[in-house]
């Protein structure tokens, strides 16, 4: 039987369901995951929290399955902010969802000085708040992601940092063509392009799960739930 694994991770829950190759779905397991609001108009996720809920409602799938999944695809939430340790695979600090507005001064600012129209639920202002607002971030080999990116890296176990073009879309941070990081934004926000992800189709083999029974690949990577 052809089985894919489609792991979605929405703004307050995270699903893992097996589906056969007539799009059945033959389990399906949820997690709750809801984001902390430690101050009015912050969101904040914790990333290490995250990929454990995904990897315990991942084996109970396999597990009612009975048989190492053929493929892998992830959906998720877009525009929310990990940052962590290229070296150790640890975030620096709470991860910000896309919802939160700390940003809008930044925001603010980035249209006067650089006539930038950036809104505060892309990525764009919250990769360089976190660089500024955790100490010693700027002298540390970093790696930026979106949630799609933050689970194919771990999923990988560290080998791999990409995301897609529907996740790196609604960063800020994309050129208007779509043909890779924006270097003048990159530039104006003090952003550098070293911690950036790869960015890759939305469809086709990317890497192998290696941390998954069998090491299947990781063919799918879609931003915004419906892609589930």
Do not use: Y
């Not at 929405?10 to 430690?38: C, K």
């Not at 700390?102 to 006067?112: D, F, H, I």
Request: glycine letters at 8%.
């Amino acid at each position: 039987m052809t089985a894919i694994l489609v792991i979605d991770v929405g703004t307050s829950s995270v699903r893992a369901a097996v589906v056969d190759d007539r799009l059945a779905i033959v389990a399906m397991a949820a997690r709750p995951f809801p984001p902390a609001t430690p101050f009015p108009g912050l969101v904040e996720l914790d990333a290490v929290e995250l990929v454990r809920l995904v990897m315990d409602a991942t084996s109970e799938v396999i597990g009612r399955v009975g048989e190492p999944v053929t493929a892998v695809g992830i959906t998720n939430q877009r525009a929310s902010t990990v940052v962590w340790d290229r070296t150790t695979g640890e975030p620096i600090g709470p991860a910000i969802g896309w919802q939160d507005l700390r940003t809008v001064g930044e925001c603010l600012m980035a249209k006067a000085t650089h006539d930038l129209a950036l809104a505060p639920n892309q990525s764009a202002t919250k990769l360089p708040w976190l660089l500024d607002h955790v100490e010693g971030a700027r002298d540390r080999d970093l790696c930026f992601g979106t949630v799609d990116s933050w689970l194919v890296w771990s999923l990988t176990d560290g080998a791999v940092h990409v995301t897609d073009h529907t996740n790196a879309g609604v960063t800020g941070l994309l050129a208007v063509d779509g043909s890779g990081w924006n270097a003048a934004v990159l530039d104006a926000l003090d952003i550098p392009a070293a911690l950036l992800p790869a960015v890759v189709d939305s469809s086709g083999v990317i890497a192998d799960a290696t941390v998954l029974p069998g090491s299947p690949p990781i063919a799918a990577l879609v931003g915004d739930q419906q892609g589930s």
